[in-house]
Structures are given as structure tokens and as C-alpha cells.
């Protein structure tokens, strides 16, 4: 298919000292604990939890913080979104009724990024304060913060209110 508009985003680049503070807390704390061999606090995990508590929160969490990556795709057809590896979602460019642009803050509006479905709104919300509002025309609406917005409008082939 052809692809009229192809856009990539990760999780804003704030989050990054909110993963890394915690993660690096982790690691302190596990190899001080297994490195000593004294367990720490007053009720301590053993070292086997303790190690798994480690790959979990010190490995595989902030792993996957940092490989999860949205797309947003606009062909001759259908526009899909998409936060990989977890979530699809695509619809067909005749569905669409209308579309607004907007400003959006994510910790005010919607207290945080990612992807929510509530009260017949999706919001793809991952990077900047550019947005955009699809109407469906079965009632459904999306909010997708797009840095590219107007790039966006014109893929869709709908005028903005």
C-alpha cells in the first residue's frame, strides 16, 4: 500500500530520570545486599527474591520502557496506530467524520502518556503538545498527540474545524 504519512515516536524524553532514578536505587540496593551477603532493612528479601526483584525492575522494566516505540500510519485506505510491540489499531480513512486540531498536556489532561480507551475516546498520547481529535461516525473519537500535525490533517484528506 501506499503510504501517504508515516510518523515514529518513543515515550518523551522526561521519563527517562523517572526510570533511571528508580532503577538505579535497584541496583544499588540488590548489589549491596548480594554483594555484602547482610540483608538489608527489617524484613528483608532473600537473595533469590532479591535477584529476581533486580531483573525485573532493574532489567526487564526499564528495558521495555525504552524499546516501546508508536507509529502512526496514514495509507491510501485506512489510518493505524500502533504502540509497538503491545497495541494496534486501525481504521478506515471513510470512518473518519472530522478531525480538530488541539493542544494537549498529558499530565493534565489525561495524567500521564500511553495509550487509554475511556468514554468512547482512544488516546494515543506519546510525544509533544500537538494533537489532533478524530471523530468516528459510529460516535467513537481518538486523541493523538503528533508533533507533524498538519502533515497528519493533509494524509487524512479532511479539512480542520
Known amino acids: 500500500m501506499n503510504v501517504r504519512y508515516e510518523e515514529k515516536q518513543g515515550l518523551p524524553k522526561v521519563l527517562i530520570p ?3 532514578v528508580p532503577t538505579l536505587l535497584i541496583w544499588g540496593i540488590s548489589l549491596l545486599q548480594l ?3 547482610k540483608p538489608l532493612g527489617n524484613h528483608p528479601l532473600s537473595d533469590s527474591e532479591m535477584r529476581v526483584m533486580l531483573l525485573v525492575f532493574g532489567v526487564l522494566l526499564p528495558l521495555l520502557i525504552l524499546i516501546v516505540r508508536g507509529k502512526i500510519a496514514v495509507t ?3 489510518l493505524t496506530l500502533q504502540l509497538l510491540p503491545f497495541f494496534r489499531k486501525s481504521v478506515r480513512l471513510d470512518e473518519i467524520v472530522r478531525v480538530a486540531p488541539l ?4 499530565l493534565e489532561d489525561f495524567a500521564s502518556w500511553g495509550v ?5 475516546t482512544l488516546r494515543f498520547v506519546l510525544q509533544g503538545r500537538e494533537g489532533l481529535r478524530i ?3 459510529d460516535g467513537r473519537s481518538m486523541v493523538i498527540t503528533c508533533p507533524r500535525r498538519d502533515e497528519l490533517i493533509e494524509a487524512l484528506g479532511k479539512e480542520p474545524e
Open 116 to 120: 487509554k480507551y475511556r468514554r468512547g
Open 35 to 37: 554483594l555484602s551477603g
Open 18 to 20: 523517572l526510570v533511571a
Open 135 to 137: 471523530e468516528l461516525a
Open 76 to 78: 491510501e485506505e485506512r
Open 103 to 106: 493542544k494537549i498536556d498529558p
